[in-house]
């Protein structure tokens, strides 16, 4: 009860205080109080130990308000990633309305975009749940997986296309060049900031990094 209650004294205390910058606004403020708390509680517990009991209790619902939004805890999971995931549908909305930006500038952009979010506190705790949990419920590991798949490799297929279009790439499959950029660009960085070994780089750090893995992926994949 102590820790609950802990963790109920944290949500409130983030209700009073302005928006976490790696979260965008949702349509529904209800869902947005339901899956601060669905974090919270899954980081304080981890997924397994969670309940939807202790979800609801600090989101001040009742059980039959999170079944009816969110099906169960697996959905409650799946829809924070993609409230998480929403941060990265700005840019391609914007590649794909205006031709005029530089495919290659829009995917240094893009890929330092990724690792901002990557490396922040909140975006590691949510992987370290995943993958704490993937060996109990692997369903826990796809639902990350496949929610971080389908936004990320969905805004390269554009700017891929786009970069075949500007003679800067390649003939390349989809998968295969999303798979060689995101290695290129988190190696090792990624799995320190996991340990708790790597300080936080700076934007400027951050930038050279991307373009860097972008320039050895564009010579992997010559035209």
Known sequence: MTKINGVKQKINQDRTSERP???????????????GAAFHVFSERGFYEATMLEIARCARASKATLYARFQNK????????EWGARRYLGISNSIEKDSAIDPKEALIHYTTLILEISMQA????????????????????????????????????T?????????????VDASEFSDVLLGLLRGELFYRAILGTETSPSAGQLKKRARRAVELTLRAFPP
């Open 122 to 157: 909140e975006a590691l705790a949510l992987f370290r749940i995943a993958v704490a949990e993937s060996r109990r419920s692997p369903q826990i590991g796809r639902i990350y997986s496949n929610t971080l798949k389908e936004h990320c490799e969905g805004v390269l297929s």
């Open 21 to 35: 910058a790696w979260l965008p606004i949702l349509p529904d403020p209800r869902d947005e109080e339901i899956l």
């Open 159 to 171: 700017i891929a296309e786009q970069l075949v279009r500007a003679g800067q790439l390649g003939r």
């Open 74 to 81: 697996s959905g409650l999971f799946k829809a924070l990633l």
